[in-house]
């Protein structure tokens, strides 16, 4: 966001080098005091190219993403992303050689007094690396609080026993990183990372209630991609007092092919992206963690017509609110069901902030 009355290129994602995707998400700045804080800009005609006139096409979506599979440039070659929007702007990167990125080696964890803290290791062993920059996807099983083991029929209006495809107990939700995470190894004698945070996570997170697991990208960076990085990471993050490192400007290397004054906000990397995953559960984190639920969550009792004293699921419920859930069954001594807890579908149904099919990679 910014506060000028003009609107920007913002061009975010790197130039994959190996076997997968190329990812470029192109949208336009919006100023502070603008109802919506997302401006994407699809319609562009977005390709990268070689030095030796050779192009690769990707193919966008109404979101601004524009994808291209897995392109395998050769390392000697240089490159370049060129962009043309639907209305007749072209803008060009600087073209650039591929920089290698070597893997990582693990991502591991620390206990602190108030969560765990993740990193990441990694090295490389010919020394040639030296800027390291770090984005993660995260992924978690968690639980409501009450499990329901009844709904309401909505053709009958009924309470029947839930099925097992129905449930809403267990839900995977996911979130990005929206950090700058970078390193430099650039003034130690070996081009090693070692244990470089990447986020944490507090004891009362849902996120450790079953499992997590979260997915690292690594990207190698040159000393010009670094140092644009790193004042990103100044201009938002690490500002708070006078005596604060003040605003730069960002200086990408994009630009409009016919205006080279315009700002253009982004930086083009080329490089093989390595990733790792790995997956925590309550078995593996030492630690034993108390969950604080989001909401505030209640269970009360729902009584169901019967003129003789009780009375059975297929009655009609007289002071349940329609939309709360039925958690479980009360039944009298002889085993009728005479009644049902009940609770808000907060509390009741994760699927209100998550999705009950698990994700293809889930073990």
Request: aromatic share 10%; proline share 6%.
């Amino acid at each position: 966001m910014i506060t000028s009355a003009s609107s920007y290129l913002v061009v975010e994602g790197v130039i994959n080098s190996g076997n997968d995707s190329t990812i470029i998400k192109l949208s336009k700045t919006v100023n502070l005091n603008a109802q919506v804080t997302l401006n994407p800009l699809p319609g562009a005609t977005v390709t990268v190219e070689s030095d030796q006139s050779v192009s690769w096409g990707l193919t966008g979506d109404n979101n601004g993403n524009y994808v291209a599979p897995g392109l395998n440039l050769p390392a000697t070659g240089k490159y370049r992303l060129s962009i043309k929007t639907a209305d007749g702007r072209q803008y060009l990167s600087d073209f650039i050689i591929v920089k290698p990125t070597p893997p990582i080696d693990s991502i591991g964890y620390t206990v602190k007094n108030k969560g765990i803290e993740l990193y990441v290791n990694s090295h490389d062993p010919a020394n040639n690396t030296h800027y390291y920059r770090w984005d993660y996807n995260e992924t978690w099983l968690f639980h409501s609080k009450y499990e329901s083991h009844f709904m309401v029929d909505p053709s009958t209006n009924n309470i029947v026993p839930r099925p097992s495809d129905k449930g809403v107990y267990y839900c995977y939700a996911n979130d990005a990183s929206s950090n700058i995470l970078l390193n430099s190894t650039a003034k130690l004698s070996k081009d090693e990372v070692y244990q470089s945070p990447l986020t944490t996570i507090p004891f009362s997170s849902e996120k450790l209630e079953v499992t997590y697991s979260v997915l690292v990208r690594q990207y190698a960076l040159t000393g010009d991609a670094y140092q644009f990085y790193l004042n990103i990471q100044k201009n938002t993050e690490q500002l708070g007092s006078i005596f604060d490192a003040q605003p730069s400007q960002l200086q990408g290397n994009i630009h409009n092919v016919a205006d080279a004054a315009e700002p253009v906000i982004g930086y083009i990397s080329i490089t093989n992206v390595q990733s790792k995953r790995i997956f925590l559960t309550s078995a593996i984190v030492p630690i034993n963690t108390t969950t604080n639920y989001p909401y505030d969550c209640e269970q009360d009792t729902a009584l169901y017509r019967n003129k003789q004293g009780y009375n059975d699921v297929q009655n009609i419920l007289i002071n349940q609110p329609v939309t709360d859930l039925p958690t479980r069954a009360l039944f009298t001594p002889t085993g009728v069901i005479y009644g049902f807890l009940y609770s808000t579908p907060d509390c009741t149904d994760c699927t209100l902030r998550g999705t009950t099919k698990a994700p293809s990679f889930w073990r």
